[in-house]
C-alpha cells in the first residue's frame, strides 16, 4: 500500500479564500483523523472518523472549519474563509481500529497550508 | 484529559553516544503507545506501539519500555547516528479511546 495520502503538499492562498485539503487513508483502515501542526500548540487533533461517521469534532477550532467522509478511500477538511492564522501544517491518519485498542496510526506526508 | 509530556525537549549529542528519551503522561488507563519519528518538513513515521500488556519493544537500535502504573514510557536509541537526527513524538491515547494524543516532542541532533 503507498501510505496515507494527503494532497496538495503545499497550498499558498489568501485571506478569506475556500481551501480543501484531501486525504486517502490506507485502504482496509476504518479510522480516520485530521490533526493540525503548530509551533505554538504542536500537533492537535481536529477530528475524526469512524467508519465514515464523524465521531468527535470538538477539536474543530471554529465553524469556519469542516471535514467529510463520504467514502472509505476519501476525506476532506475544509476551511472558508481562510484567514493567516489558519497556518500550519494538517495531517492525516488512518488506523486500522477493529474493536480492539491495540492498533497502530499511520500518518500521511501532511498539507502545509500558508494563508497571506 | 490525557496530558503528555517529553523530557528534554531539545538534546544535542556526539555520534555514538546511547539516549535516552521520556514521555510521562497522566491518564493511565491506556491500551497503547506509540513513538515517532518527524524529520523536519515531513510526516510522522511510527517507529514503535507498545501494547499495555507489553512492558517494552524492541526494533533495532531503538529499544521503548512502559510503565503504566507510573505513566511513563521511555525510548532508547543505542550508539546514536547522525541520521538519527530528528523531532521523536510520544503518542498516548486518552483512556478508554484509541485516538492519539501528541506530546510536544524531543528533538534530537547527533553531531559527527
Known amino acids: 500500500d503507498a501510505g496515507v495520502i494527503q494532497s496538495p503538499r503545499h497550498e499558498v492562498t489568501e485571506m478569506g479564500q475556500e481551501v480543501t485539503l484531501r486525504c486517502k487513508p490506507i485502504s482496509g483502515h476504518n479510522s480516520l483523523f485530521w490533526y493540525r501542526q503548530t509551533m505554538m500548540r504542536g500537533l492537535e487533533l481536529l477530528i475524526y472518523?469512524?467508519?465514515?461517521?464523524?465521531?468527535?469534532d470538538s477539536g474543530m477550532p471554529e465553524d469556519r472549519f469542516s471535514a467529510k467522509m463520504p467514502n472509505a478511500s476519501f476525506s476532506t477538511l475544509k476551511i472558508q474563509p481562510s484567514e493567516p492564522r489558519d497556518s500550519a501544517v494538517y495531517f492525516c491518519?488512518?488506523?486500522?481500529?477493529?474493536?480492539?485498542?491495540?492498533?497502530?496510526?499511520?500518518f500521511g506526508q501532511g498539507t502545509r497550508l500558508t494563508v497571506v | 484529559k490525557q496530558e503528555v509530556t517529553q523530557i528534554p525537549a531539545a538534546l544535542s549529542v556526539p555520534e555514538g553516544e546511547n539516549l535516552v528519551l521520556n514521555c510521562s503522561f497522566t491518564d493511565s488507563a491506556i491500551y497503547n503507545l506509540q513513538w515517532f519519528r518527524q524529520d523536519p518538513g515531513k510526516g510522522l513515521t511510527s517507529l514503535l506501539l507498545?501494547?499495555?500488556?507489553?512492558r517494552e519493544q524492541t526494533s533495532g537500535r531503538l529499544n521503548a519500555s512502559l510503565d503504566k502504573s507510573s505513566g511513563r514510557s521511555t525510548l532508547y536509541i543505542a550508539a546514536s547516528q547522525p541520521g538519527d537526527s530528528a523531532t521523536y513524538l510520544c503518542?498516548?491515547?486518552?483512556?478508554?479511546?484509541?485516538?492519539?494524543?501528541f506530546g510536544r516532542g524531543t528533538s534530537l541532533i547527533v553531531h559527527p
Open positions: 503518542a498516548v491515547p486518552s483512556g478508554g479511546s484509541y485516538i492519539p494524543t
Open positions: 507498545i501494547q499495555s500488556s507489553q
Open positions: 491518519a488512518s488506523s486500522p481500529y477493529d474493536g480492539r485498542m491495540n492498533t497502530e496510526a499511520f
Open positions: 472518523f469512524n467508519n465514515n461517521v464523524p465521531i468527535d
